[in-house]
């Protein structure tokens, strides 16, 4: 079946701007993670969600960024006001309910110029 | 939090060699992850290993969590095997699956023909 898909693959935007980055898990999946991963470094964990709510969202930076899943399935990662250092490769990943194994989707390359 | 270690952090070998990289880890874990980022920075699961041993092809893998480690062997490596391997746990909390992975800092392999 189809993998978890990340849209777009590429964003590239201006310091200051806001932007929306979005994740389309695994059919059936409930449970649905961010991570980040800078050059060089494994992924770091932002956020994780069992089914529409936010189950943990100790790795998030700072309040500019935010993430929603309102009907349990697709996810939106906002970062609001967009930092040089918010550069980075953005990845979504899923697992199904009682499972632990996650699969990850090819990620969004975010540059910030 | 969790600490994980990668060694080594670097492996250059000649195609047909055998490897081994290990996965060092700070506490109790019931969940580690062996992955493999391919040079187009996708993350393709190779085993979903908290215990015991598992092999899959050319590829097996062993956790003893008693020790605290994991160990991914490739035999008769090939040019495709290059790449950067990440370990990933997730930390025991008793029960309750929090679902954040802690990655290594992973092994880039090299496997020159």
């Known amino acids: 079946g189809a993998g978890v898909s990340q849209t777009p693959s590429n964003k590239v935007t201006e310091k200051g701007k806001y932007v929306e980055l979005r994740c389309d898990p695994i059919?059936?999946?409930?449970?649905l993670y961010w991570y980040r991963q800078s050059l060089g470094q494994g992924p770091e964990f932002l956020i994780y969600?069992?089914?529409?709510?936010?189950?943990?969202d100790s790795g998030l930076p700072n309040d500019r960024f935010f993430a929603v899943r309102p009907e349990g399935s697709v996810s939106t990662l906002k970062i609001q006001r967009t930092e040089r250092g918010d550069s980075a490769v953005y990845l979504c990943?899923?697992?199904?309910?009682?499972?632990?194994?996650?699969?990850f989707g090819p990620g969004t390359r975010l540059t910030v110029l | 939090g969790i600490q994980v270690e990668q060694s080594p952090p670097d492996l250059i070998l000649q195609e047909g060699a055998n490897s081994t990289l290990r996965c060092n880890f700070s506490?109790?874990?019931?969940?580690l992850q062996w992955f493999h980022q391919n040079p187009w920075g996708q993350l393709i699961n190779l085993f979903y290993?908290?215990?015991g041993t598992k092999q899959n092809g050319r590829l097996s893998a062993t956790t003893v969590a008693t020790e605290r480690y994991s160990l991914l062997y490739i035999s008769s490596s090939q040019t495709t095997d290059s790449g950067v391997y990440f370990c990933?746990?997730?930390?025991?909390?008793?029960?309750?699956?929090?679902?954040?992975?802690?990655f290594g800092q992973g092994t880039i392999l090299t496997v020159h023909p």
């Open positions: 990933a746990v997730e930390r025991d909390a008793g029960g309750t699956s929090y679902g954040k992975l802690t």
């Open positions: 059919s059936g999946h409930t449970a």
């Open positions: 969600f069992q089914g529409t709510g936010a189950a943990d």
């Open positions: 990943a899923s697992s199904l309910t009682g499972q632990r194994e996650q699969f």
């Open positions: 290993i908290p215990s």
């Open positions: 506490d109790s874990v019931n969940n």
